[in-house]
T-cell receptor, first 117, second 113 residues
Framework: DTEVTQTPKHLVMGMTNKKSLKCEQH?????MYWYKQKAKKPPELMFV???????INESVPSRFSPECPNSSLLNLHLHALQPEDSALYLC????????????????FGPGTRLTVL | KQEVTQIPAALSVPEGENLVLNCSFT??????LQWFRQDPGKGLTSLLL?????REQTSGRLNASLDKSSGRSTLYIAASQPGDSATYLC????????????FGKGITLSVRP
């Protein structure tokens, strides 16, 4: 099973709402990632979790708050977003090593299409 | 600056043609290079990953090559089909990059019936 699942598929929210994106994998991967992708652009890394600990934050605004409650789940909590945050949010996972950064294949989920009004 | 370039941005070919998609990168100090496929509005599907010690990888009608010395990779698609129409992204994991993939902007391929 090389599947990464993401819910919801689509999300429309106002600038004052609080919502969460969810990502799940059952491949035993211990590295999980959040990416943001704007139309006709490549994905941009936001966060990396390794063994359930945040290892990389690419200077993402605090209105995006990641959480990794266990080795299979990754959440992205959203609050007070701006219209320019509308994008496709992709989750990915890969094998990880405690001794070095993950260099293995990243498997991506189908994404959540987020629209901020 | 470590970059990845994919040219051209778009390509249209007739069905059945063998084709090559190009990817170039600026620094030979890489862990690996990965080719992805993305259908409109969808996530990324990993096609092939080539480790820095490898020269090529094959999967079905796809063959990816890697030449670190020239900073180039190619994705060869044999006997193209309309179902191959998608955007193909090349991504490089540079050493010291802390798991951060550097993506090219992608090549949008259209295979005409």
């Amino acid at each position: 099973d090389t599947e990464v699942t993401q819910t919801p598929k689509h999300l429309v929210m106002g600038m004052t709402n609080k919502k969460s994106l969810k990502c799940e994998q059952h491949m035993g991967h211990r590295a999980m990632y959040w990416y943001k992708q704007k139309a006709k652009k490549p994905p941009e890394l936001m966060f990396v979790y390794s063994y359930e600990k945040l290892s990389i934050n690419e200077s993402v605004p605090s209105r995006f708050s990641p959480e990794c409650p266990n080795s299979s789940l990754l959440n992205l909590h959203l609050h007070a977003l701006q219209p320019e945050d509308s994008a496709l949010y992709l989750c990915a996972s890969s094998k990880a090593s405690r001794r070095r950064r993950s260099t293995d294949t990243q498997y991506f989920g189908p994404g959540t299409r987020l629209t901020v009004l | 600056k470590q970059e990845v370039t994919q040219i051209p941005a778009a390509l249209s070919v007739p069905e059945g043609e063998n084709l090559v998609l190009n990817c170039s990168f600026t620094d030979s100090a890489i862990y690996n290079l990965q080719w992805f496929r993305q259908d409109p509005g969808k996530g990324l599907t990993s096609l092939l990953l080539i480790q820095s010690s490898q020269r090529e990888q094959t999967s079905g009608r796809l063959n990816a090559s890697l030449d670190k010395s020239s900073g180039r990779s190619t994705l060869y698609i044999a006997a193209s089909q309309p179902g191959d129409s998608a955007t193909y992204l090349c991504a490089v994991l540079y050493t010291g990059a802390n798991s951060k993939l550097t993506f090219g902007k992608g090549i949008t391929l259209s295979v005409r019936p």
